[in-house]
């Protein structure tokens, strides 16, 4: 029965951690990461950012989208987010975004922090 409990935990411990970040380190890396195209507030070469969790892609009005952005009926969740960043290019082809987060727990301290940044 033992085997059996920690068979289960062991197949649990990666999706959590997966999706489990700190928001506070997430403020941190998005000033260091994002802050040069990006606010919460305010669009600037890229869109503002509150309340990105539960929007639509392409959706933030005034700001000019690529085609394929505007299209692409992506709904920004977690799993959704964590691809973008990781390769935008291969989530959403013809996006123009050219920059990634390729370290798995600054994706997930991101999303994080954009989680708490709702309307």
Known sequence: M???AYCLLAMAIPCAS???GDAVIGQKVYAARCIACHTIDASVA???HRGVVG???GSVAGFDYSPALKTSKVVW???NLDRWLSNPEKF???QRMFFSVSDATERADLIAYL???HK
Request: without cysteine; positive net charge; glycine residues 10%.
């Open 115 to 117: 989680k708490t940044q």
């Open 77 to 79: 969740n977690e799993k």
């Open 18 to 20: 997966a999706l489990a």
């Open 2 to 4: 033992k085997l059996l």
């Open 46 to 48: 890229g869109p503002a």
């Open 92 to 94: 959403i082809p013809g």
């Open 55 to 57: 929007r639509k892609a």
